[in-house]
């Protein structure tokens, strides 16, 4: 199966040619030109890696992380910037890189450090179990007995965080803030429907309501 990367770059030129290096490489690369391109993306296909420019247009590359990893997105992820402020770039590693890569760079050494991440993943448990349910994080699944159930974005982050808390309480407010951002409009009844859909594709005895508090799924 081929090794899918998303390139977020604004310089056209710099970004194709690094597309093109890469596609001779054998990968697969989608490339964006904006931050709101790169996470429409991110909603549309799975990703093997990203690698991230930071000044882009709509969404900065910081940013853009920062929402991935906010919503589970584990993908790994390199920066290639140009940017050699060193709290730049501790905001890059806060915000989820696993490595970066200063411009200008020799494509031979963007391969290498490609390939050395992807070997490095490949090892991590990114797989949540709560009996017969399952969260793989890498490729943004969820699967019942081994089949996947195909959610929205905003079901995939609350069966997701149910997954995560199998057992617990997930109380109203954790649902708000791994689903909507502050500038977000939030009603507990968005929340009823979600969960409801959930039980659907899982099962209703799957997911209890604890009256006054959130919910639980059964582990």
């Known amino acids: 199966m081929s090794i899918k990367l998303l390139l977020l770059e604004d310089d056209l030129l710099f970004g194709e040619s690094i597309q093109d290096f890469l596609e001779e490489e054998g990968f697969v690369v989608q490339l964006c030109r904006n931050g709101q391109e790169a996470l429409n993306a991110t909603f549309e296909s799975r990703y ?31 920066y290639l910037t140009s940017h050699k402020d060193a ?3 501790r905001e890059a590693y806060e915000n989820g890189a696993d490595d ?3 411009k200008p760079f020799e494509t031979d050494e963007l391969l290498l450090r490609i390939h050395a991440l992807l ?14 349910l399952c969260l793989d994080t890498y490729h943004k699944s969820i699967l019942l007995d081994g089949n996947e159930i195909i959610f929205s974005p905003k079901e995939y982050l609350l069966m997701a965080l149910l997954i995560q808390n199998a057992g617990e309480v997930v109380t109203k407010e954790m649902m708000m803030d791994a689903l909507w951002s502050a500038s977000e409009s939030i009603s507990e009844g968005a929340i009823r429907v979600y969960i409801n859909r959930l039980k659907q ?4 005895e799957r997911i209890l309501n604890v009256r006054g508090m959130g919910y639980r799924l059964v582990s």
Do not use: F, H, Q, W
Request: glycine content about 10%; some cysteine; hydrophobic content about 35%.
């Open 48 to 78: 093997d890696l990203y690698l991230l420019d930071i000044n882009v247009p709509l969404i900065d590359g910081l940013s853009l992380l920062k929402e991935l990893r906010g919503s589970l997105d584990e993908t790994p992820a390199i």
């Open 87 to 89: 709290t730049v770039l």
């Open 100 to 102: 970066y890569l200063k």
């Open 119 to 132: 070997r490095r993943r490949g090892s991590v448990n990114n797989r949540y179990c709560a009996g017969e």
């Open 201 to 204: 594709e899982i099962g209703n």
